[in-house]
T-cell receptor, first 109, second 113 residues
Framework: SQQGEEDPQALSIQEGENATMNCSYKTSINNLQWYRQNSGRGLVHLILIRSNEREKHSGRLRVTLDTSKKSSSLLITASRAADTASYFCATDSSYKLIFGSGTRLLVRP | KAGVTQTPRYLIKTRGQQVTLSCSPISGHRSVSWYQQTPGQGLQFLFEYFSETQRNKGNFPGRFSGRQFSNSRSEMNVSTLELGDSALYLC????????????FGPGTRLTVT
């Protein structure tokens, strides 16, 4: 079962533009994490935001968390072609991560 | 620090065979988790081990099993392979439980024919 559902499923933008992807989840959480996956490879951890945090930044990444709406968003600013990948949100529960369906981001040069 | 390694990277098996996949976590990490990724089902949790103890298991049939050794290395085994077992199998390690960031290996691409 998937805890998080992501929106949009696919996103195509021009290099230099910002990319925003959203994640909704169903149950209460301790934290929410975002991962990136380049085509058919392993996942790379991007950022973790705890349930008592509302916003977190890391380089060109900005994550927000709204626990009342059970939703999170990931903003990538000034996108680059190298940002082309799939992005997943994940919540943790009982020693496991429950992943969303992912957003496929294409950044056109 | 060396990353998570998985062997083999690619594997082709026929239906009915069994397969063993291996995962070496980052040094010092005691938690190892396994995930299956398919286009249809996405990323699904298989099991998690910590200090040789399985703490959680996903909703997979008993054909899927795993173990962890005293050096934290982990193996997963799939017996009586089915076509639907074709997937990317990902291993992740962390310092503690899933509330910590997970470090993923490159995965093992299993194809069942």
């Amino acid at each position: 079962s998937q805890q998080g559902e992501e929106d949009p499923q696919a996103l195509s933008i021009q290099e230099g533009e910002n990319a925003t992807m959203n994640c909704s989840y169903k149950t209460s959480i301790n934290n929410l994490q975002w991962y990136r996956q380049n085509s058919g490879r392993g996942l790379v951890h991007l950022i973790l935001i705890r349930s008592n945090e509302r916003e977190k930044h890391s380089g060109r990444l900005r994550v927000t968390l709204d626990t009342s709406k059970k939703s999170s968003s990931l903003l990538i600013t000034a996108s680059r072609a190298a940002d082309t990948a799939s992005y997943f949100c994940a919540t943790d529960s009982s020693y496991k991560l429950i992943f969303g369906s992912g957003t496929r981001l294409l950044v056109r040069p | 620090k060396a990353g998570v390694t998985q062997t083999p990277r690619y594997l082709i098996k026929t239906r009915g065979q069994q397969v063993t996949l291996s995962c070496s976590p980052i040094s010092g990490h005691r938690s190892v988790s396994w995930y299956q990724q398919t286009p249809g089902q996405g990323l699904q949790f298989l099991f998690e081990y910590f200090s040789e103890t399985q703490r959680n298991k996903g909703n997979f049939p008993g054909r899927f099993s795993g173990r962890q050794f005293s050096n934290s290395r982990s193996e997963m085994n799939v017996s009586t392979l089915e076509l639907g077992d074709s997937a990317l199998y990902l291993c992740a390690s962390s310092r503690g439980d899933s509330s910590y960031e997970q470090y993923f290996g490159p995965g093992t691409r299993l194809t069942v024919t």
